[in-house]
């Protein structure tokens, strides 16, 4: 996910319910989803983008959310106060903050991830952790973020999310926080992925989302499979440079 990213109607009866003592409400079910984890890969004083800044910055939640800030596919080459003055609001209200990192699918020379991560500790020391984009996800590649891995949990405790955006074998479970298991459109997830169970660590990252409704649906979806971190938005495909319509819907 770079900066510019089978289910039938039967289930939705199922999920939704036909009424009485025993129906769950929407409201209900989504309260398994715990962890919102919110791209936003805009320049936050930009004009178009900052209200978007403002507006999660001031969202408070017993919900763990996690933001990523993306500066410049990366840290980029120098400090911004920008960032630095946004990364200071997101914390000051309760979410922790990851810088994006791409890894291009392990081609890329492990020297210039570490030499990212060491940037965004140079300078955003306010940054819980770390969001490794574009990983692959075949066990070939395995030891390349195993590395990559400790390598950062040797700094620190510091949070490690890795975006394969599909599947991934077992052990790459044991070299993250997170896993983003499903980065795709809304109609791919329910009539191509067939989602029997989610991970304690998976994550969902879901585009073309239509509206609340549909949100609220996905939502009870999700959390009738396990899953307790996710997030929507109706771009198709999308930015990731603005904040999701469905934020209230997300922390219900």
């Not at 199922?14 to 409400?25: A, F, I, N, Q, R």
């Not at 004083?45 to 939640?61: K, P």
């Not at 990366?74 to 994006?100: C, T």
Request: hydrophobic content about 35%.
């Amino acid at each position: 996910m770079k900066r510019f990213w089978a289910v039938w109607f039967i289930t939705f009866t199922t999920l939704l319910g036909c009424g009485g003592s025993g129906s769950t409400s929407f409201q209900e079910q989504t309260l398994g989803i715990s962890t919102i984890l919110v791209p936003l890969y805009s320049y936050p004083a930009d004009v178009n983008y900052r209200e978007h800044h403002q507006r999660l910055a001031q969202l408070r939640s017993q919900k763990d959310i996690i933001v990523i800030i993306n500066p410049d596919s990366g840290p980029g080459v120098i400090k911004d106060q920008e960032f630095e003055n946004i990364i200071s609001m997101y914390k000051a209200s309760g979410k922790r903050v990851l810088g994006y990192v791409s890894t291009d699918y392990a081609r890329r020379d492990q020297q210039g991830v570490i030499a990212d991560i060491e940037r965004y500790l140079d300078f955003y020391p306010q940054v819980d952790g770390f969001f490794l984009d574009e990983v692959s996800n075949e066990l070939r590649d395995f030891e390349y973020y195993r590395q990559i891995y400790n390598y950062v949990k040797g700094l620190g405790n510091f949070m490690v999310v890795i975006n394969p955006g599909a599947r991934v074998p077992q052990e790459y479970y044991g070299v993250a926080d997170k896993v983003v298991a499903f980065e795709d459109r809304l109609s791919f997830l329910y009539d191509g992925y067939g989602l029997m169970g989610a991970k304690e660590k998976d994550c969902f990252l879901v585009y073309g989302v239509r509206d609340a409704g549909q949100a609220r649906e996905l939502l009870s979806y999700l959390t009738s499979r396990g899953a307790s971190c996710a997030y929507a938005v109706d771009e198709d495909p999308p930015s990731w440079f603005e904040l999701s319509p469905y934020m209230n819907v997300l922390l219900e």
